[in-house]
């Protein structure tokens, strides 16, 4: 069963009364961050929980408060309401260390006419006194209040239980489509292709996500630094799913001061190590940034394939000088991903965003390449006659043989006397050979050494 399949729980409440904290308890990591800053949660976190053998669709939303629907509150009201609005059960939480406030009067009155099942959470409810206090929100209309502490773990084990005895069955949930035809399951491939959306701050990443899924489902504006947390949602192109993060924008190291920050670089960078292709999303209005660079660095370090989205292409005034400007940089500071792919569009508009996705299926599937050890080991031997190995402590270096021992990215394994001794200079020659005849542009490429030992050296 899909994630579109599986009943959906959505976690509403208004802000800092621990759904983000109860979040992470059922779905049993930290996924969401944290913080005793209100409202750090912003666009919606999805997760799969298991409870009670039950398999769910677990949201995190963005606390509910009152705001005129223009403004950031008011753009992240309307997300969690229209996650509300798909649910199969609402866990509205309170703070009972607060007790009942108007905006929880308020919004448990606005559940009450949304027609969806929802179960009461006293959260914060430590201790005895904690409990008493969540007998206060029977006041509320929503039935009996289930007291209990997501940071402490008390109680979770009983809202696991009330969780699966009010989901819909099995058979009957809302979500469920079409059975699908029989074997159709096992034509699926192993996984979903993992994409990672990263890069500074208003660059663009999630109006991108946004006109990929065709609709507004992360929160966007003219504010920079939005997204605070690592988003990741599921949509199919024509060659099968796509699991995609939208992560939180990456400054200077210098200028991140904030611990919130901080997290959510941490949460951006965990992204890209995840991911299999990471599309590095620039504001073409501004150039090539020397942190894009960084990024862009950190990223082939990771060994991830790599494509170049140049957003905002729509209000480029000089698009073949700046496309050329753009290019000349990415080949001189990122040489040791030569050729990656460049992709030129405006999320805003959709103009372009087309392209994306087949140029990220291409590179994936560069990044997933094997050659079969004769086909190397030819080139290999035109190689070392066009360019013999150097001298090194005035004897020459003999190298043997090559194979390659993994893809993802492409690896290869270099044998040799004193192949360890081998100058980088000789390395980047073999590496940019191996990607120009074997066609992997774009994707970093692995050369490790291993020299053999010569049985008469300690005689």
């Not at 206090?133 to 039935?143: I, P, R, W």
């Not at 009010?166 to 996984?191: I, N, V």
């Not at 939208?246 to 670089?265: F, I, N």
């Amino acid at each position: 069963m899909t994630s579109e399949n599986l009943p959906v729980v959505v976690i509403a409440g208004r802000p800092n009364v621990g759904k983000s904290t109860l979040f992470n308890r059922l779905v049993g990591r930290r996924q969401a961050i944290v913080s005793d800053m209100p409202g750090v949660t912003r666009d919606r976190k999805e997760g799969e929980a298991l409870l009670r053998g039950r398999r769910v669709r677990l949201i995190d939303t963005a606390g509910l408060e009152e705001a005129a629907p223009d403004t950031l509150y008011g753009r992240m009201r309307a997300s969690s309401e229209s996650a509300v609005a798909m649910a199969d059960l609402v866990l509205f939480c309170i703070d009972a260390r607060s007790g009942i406030t108007p905006a929880d009067a308020h919004f448990a009155s606005w559940l009450r006419r949304q027609n969806r099942p929802v179960l009461l959470i006293a959260n914060k409810a430590e201790g005895q006194a904690g409990t008493n206090a969540a007998l206060e929100a029977y006041s509320l209309g929503l039935g009996t209040p289930l007291a209990l502490s997501a940071e402490h773990g008390e109680g979770i084990a009983d809202l696991m239980g009330e969780i699966a005895e009010r989901l819909p069955p099995a058979e009957k949930s809302r979500r469920r489509e079409a059975p699908k035809a029989e074997g159709e399951e096992d034509e699926r491939p192993a996984g979903p292709l993992r994409l990672a959306i990263i890069g500074r701050p208003n660059a663009g990443k999630s109006t991108l996500l946004n006109c990929l899924l065709g609709e507004e489902r992360m929160i966007t504006g003219p504010e920079a630094g939005l997204t605070r947390d690592s988003i990741t949602v599921e949509l199919h192109d024509e060659h099968g799913p796509i699991q995609l993060v939208d992560t939180a924008g990456m400054r200077k190291r210098a200028r991140v001061e904030q611990h919130l920050e901080k997290m959510s670089v941490s949460a951006s960078i965990e992204a890209l190590k995840m991911a299999e292709v990471v599309v590095l999303v620039i504001d073409a209005t501004l150039g090539v940034h020397e942190q894009d660079l960084q990024i862009g660095r950190l990223i082939e370090r990771e060994g991830r394939a790599c494509v170049i989205a140049l957003n905002k292409w729509d209000a480029v005034e000089d698009r073949n000088a700046t496309k050329k400007a753009i290019l000349d940089r990415l080949e001189i500071s990122l040489a040791q991903v030569r050729g990656i792919p460049v992709v030129t569009f405006s999320a805003l508009t959709g103009a372009g965003v087309h392209r994306l996705l087949p140029a990220v299926r291409e590179v994936y599937e560069i990044w997933n390449s094997r050659v079969s050890t004769g086909e190397l080991n030819r080139w290999f031997e035109d190689a070392l006659e066009r360019h013999q190995p150097p001298l090194v402590d005035g004897r020459r270096l003999k190298l043997r043989y090559m194979t390659q021992v993994k893809a993802r990215p492409p690896t290869f394994l270099l044998f040799g006397t004193r192949a360890e001794q081998l100058p980088d200079s000789y390395k980047r020659y073999l590496v940019n050979g191996l990607r120009e005849t074997f066609h992997m542009p774009g994707v970093p490429v692995r050369l490790q050494l291993r020299g053999t030992k010569n049985p008469y050296a300690e005689k």
